[in-house]
Each structure stands twice: as C-alpha cells, then as structure tokens.
C-alpha cells in the first residue's frame, strides 16, 4: 500500500465532501455536537464490562511500557517532555478538552512530580464545558495551569511553540484533520511530544466488511436483553452497523487519522488494539453485561481472544491507538511486536488479508 497516495486520495474525498454539504451542513453538524455534549454529562462513562476487558487484556500489554493507562501515559510522555524543554515556561496544548477533567488530573499530577512552571492551552469549542473546567481547575488548586481556549480546532491554527501536544479521543471528531495534524506538527518544539489515545476504525465507528462479519457470528447467542442499544434505546435483532458520524462529527474521518499521522509524524511508541469486542463493551450494548455473571465473562473472554487473534494474523485491523509522536528528532519506535503503524492502516480499497492461519476456537 502507497500511503501517499491514501493521503493524497484522503485531501481529494475531504475536498468533495466540504463542496457538498457547504457551509449550512458544517454549522447543522456543529450545532448538533455541541447539544449532545452539553445536554449529555455522563456521555463518556464506560460500562463496567470495559474495565473488566480493558484491565484484563489492554493492560497487560500496556505496562511492559511504564504504564498502567491511558492517562499514565500522558503523564510520562508530559513529564518528559517537561524536562527535556528549555523554556522558563513550558507550554503544552490539549485539543478538544470538553471539561478538562483530564487535564486537570494531568496538570495536578505533573504538580505533584515537582513540575510546576507549565501552563496547558485547553483548546474546546463548548463553551458551557469551559465555564465548568474553570470552575474545577480553581477548586483543584491548578487554575495558574489551566488556560481555557474556545476555538473550533477544525479552523486552529497556532501562535505558539509547544512542548508537548495532547489529542484525548478527539481527532476523529475533526473534519480537517490536515489542517490540525499541521499546526501541531509546526508548533511542536523538537524535544517536545504530540500524545494521543483515540479511535482509527472505519468512518462513523461503523465495522468494516471482514469485522461485520464477526460480529454477526456472536450476535445470535445473545439473549434478547442483550442486544439493547442504550443509545439509540432499541433491541436490534440483528446488529445494525450504524454510521455514528450522521448529524455529527462522531468518527467523522475516523479511518483517515492513521495515514495522515504516518504522514506527518514519527512514532516513540506505537500501541494498536480491539476492533470486534468494541461492539460489545462500549455505551451501546455494553451496559447489558455484568462482570459478576459467569456467561457474560466467558462471552466476552471468547470474544476478546477471538478479536486479538484475527487482528494478528492481518485478517482485521486494529480501532485504538495509544501513541506518542516527535518531528524533528530521531524516534524511540517502541511498539507491539508485529503491530506496526503501517502494517495497522485499513485501507478503504483494499480488504486486509491475513497472513497466517486463524487458530482454533471451541
């Protein structure tokens, strides 16, 4: 695959799709995102059966590398790039923020490290939820640190020199990603880092063909109740591949985040994980499991190992991505065996094909 040309046919579809909706279809869009989010506060609270498949399979692999989490890695990655900076004062962005409870935990943190000449540009467009991180940066004592920025990050552009860059699950809400991933790259400062834990499946968070497919052989064995979609508060017989990035901004160009940060970027680490048990764990049906029932667990220990399995041997590729990113220095390169970032790019033309057996499964 020629990921110049994926990017190249990536800026031609963004081109064509701002020509057709035109500027009333961004706004409805724009409009749509910031009611969601500000009339859903508990939007980003995961099901218990997520701590339960991430403590048990997505941790594991993550502390070979000093972390435990995904927030644990942005400390380390922060911290460092701290350290590694000249400045008297050091400036680091976040984009996409919502109500900062993520980097006011990081900047409390970083505190608590002996880190204390830094402030974090919290760059949202949600007024509403920068109202409350002010309000909570004061109670947590890191107001000094916290600086609130409302801008539509799809018309970002930087006036500063950053030394470390976070993206937290907010890239694939972002229709111009060229635009983004270049300011951030010609703001970030050579020893600096850009960080990102965020979602690279299929536009809308939809299934490609080949994961479909395996989902729609668990889908049977699930209990009525369990296919109740706490979303868009409905059973669904059969699963229903829904396109979430209709009306919103949801997965808007989900698939295109990897190549263009290939293209832009070279990786410190790199670490690519879960694409089918996606469907099972997160808001829509993920609420129906219980960690305390026996059949629920082994559903989903089947499930997981399954979903691992396929996405080794190239059959699947990967939704989630952990990674930290440098210019203008040479790269630590430190990832999953195997699971590189270019080997992880689902190219829309192309079906992935494995390169090994699928193992056996009772």
């Given at each position: 695959?020629?990921?110049?040309?994926?990017?190249?046919?990536?800026?031609?579809?963004?081109?064509?799709?701002?020509?057709?909706?035109?500027?009333?279809?961004?706004?409805?869009?724009?409009?749509?995102?910031?009611?969601?989010?500000?009339?859903?506060?508990?939007?980003?609270e995961?099901?218990?059966?997520?701590?339960?498949?991430?403590?048990?399979?997505?941790?594991?692999?993550?502390?070979?590398?000093?972390?435990?989490?995904?927030?644990?890695?942005?400390?380390?990655?922060?911290?460092?790039?701290?350290?590694?900076?000249?400045?008297?004062?050091?400036?680091?962005?976040?984009?996409?923020?919502?109500?900062?409870?993520?980097?006011?935990?990081l900047a409390r943190d970083l505190v608590l490290?002996?880190?204390?000449?830094?402030?974090?540009?919290?760059?949202?467009?949600?007024?509403?939820?920068l109202a409350s991180a002010t309000e909570q940066a004061q109670a947590q004592g890191v107001a000094a640190h916290i600086r609130t920025v409302q801008c539509d990050f799809n018309k970002w552009q930087p006036t500063s020199t950053y030394d470390a860059v976070l993206a937290n699950?907010?890239?694939?809400?972002?229709?111009?990603?060229?635009?983004?991933?270049?300011?951030?790259k010609s703001s970030l400062a050579p020893?600096?880092?850009?960080?990102?834990?965020?979602?690279?499946?299929?536009?809308?968070?939809?299934?490609?063909p080949e994961?479909?497919?395996?989902?729609?052989?668990?889908?049977?064995?699930?209990?009525?109740?369990?296919t109740y979609n706490h979303l868009l508060r409905r059973h669904e017989a059969r699963?229903?591949?829904?396109?979430?990035?209709?009306?919103?901004?949801?997965?808007?160009?989900?698939?295109d985040i990897l190549p263009l940060l290939i293209e832009n970027f070279e990786f410190d680490l790199f670490?690519?994980?879960?694409?089918v048990i996606d469907v099972f764990i997160d808001r829509p049906f993920g609420h129906n499991f219980q960690v305390g029932n026996a059949w629920d667990i082994d559903f989903i220990d089947r499930v997981a190992a399954r979903d691992s399995d396929e996405i080794l041997r190239g059959a699947i590729k990967p939704c989630h991505i952990l990674a930290a990113m440098c210019n203008g220095r040479p790269a630590q390169k430190r990832m999953l065996p195997g699971l590189t970032p270019e080997f992880c790019v689902r190219s829309p033309d192309h079906p992935p094909v494995a390169h090994r057996e699928r193992r056996g499964y009772g």
């Open positions: 695959m020629n990921l110049r040309n994926v990017a190249r046919r990536i800026r031609r579809n963004l081109a064509g799709s701002i020509a057709a909706g035109g500027a009333g279809a961004y706004t409805r869009r724009l409009l749509a995102e910031t009611r969601f989010f500000s009339r859903n506060q508990k939007a980003q995961l099901p218990a059966i997520y701590d339960y498949w991430s403590n048990t399979y997505v941790r594991p692999q993550l502390e070979p590398f000093g972390f435990a989490h995904p927030e644990a890695m942005f400390l380390q990655y922060f911290e460092a790039a701290y350290h590694a900076s000249t400045a008297a004062q050091r400036r680091f962005l976040s984009v996409g923020t919502g109500n900062c409870e993520t980097e006011i935990r490290h002996g880190c204390r000449e830094f402030v974090i540009d919290c760059l949202e467009l949600n007024a509403r939820l699950n907010s890239l694939h809400h972002v229709l111009n990603l060229e635009g983004l991933l270049g300011g951030i020893t600096g880092s850009f960080v990102t834990s965020d979602m690279i499946g299929r536009n809308g968070h939809m299934r490609w994961a479909l497919a395996i989902v729609e052989e668990f889908w049977p064995e699930l209990p009525k109740q369990y699963y229903d591949n829904w396109d979430c990035s209709v009306g919103g901004f949801e997965g808007i160009r989900a698939q670490v690519a994980f879960a694409n």
